[in-house]
């Protein structure tokens, strides 16, 4: 079955980054557009970030725009999320996806 299993969230510093990682399986990853989404305390899921099948083209949330850097390994079957600058309004849980669907997400709380 479809999955995704995110990984490498954790506590930072304002100012500070962190690298996010998604493995995915159980689809054909290299032919699949993949996202990062996110949802804060309250609030509802947000987009992130996408990235085309072969990495050649991506989009990004303004909120992240020229903070945050997304990649993929199509030999891997992984998507990452480079994070740099992080804000408290970052803090949320992290998810990532293609069709509709997410895996559990990975928390990232940005505070000093």
């Known amino acids: 079955q479809v999955q995704f299993v995110e990984s490498g969230g954790g506590l930072v510093q304002p100012g500070g980054s962190l690298r996010l990682s998604c493995a995915a399986s159980g689809f054909t990853f290299s032919s699949t557009t993949m996202s990062w989404y996110r949802q804060a305390p309250g609030k509802g899921r947000e987009w992130v970030a996408s990235?085309?099948?072969?990495?050649?083209?991506?989009n990004y949330a303004d909120s992240v725009k020229d903070r945050f850097t997304i990649s993929r390994d199509n030999a891997k079957s992984t998507v990452s999320l480079q994070m740099n600058d992080l804000k408290p309004v970052d803090t949320a849980v992290y998810y990532c996806g293609a069709g509709g669907e997410r895996g559990q997400g990975t928390q990232v709380t940005v505070s000093s």
């Open positions: 990235i085309s099948t072969s990495g050649s083209s991506t």
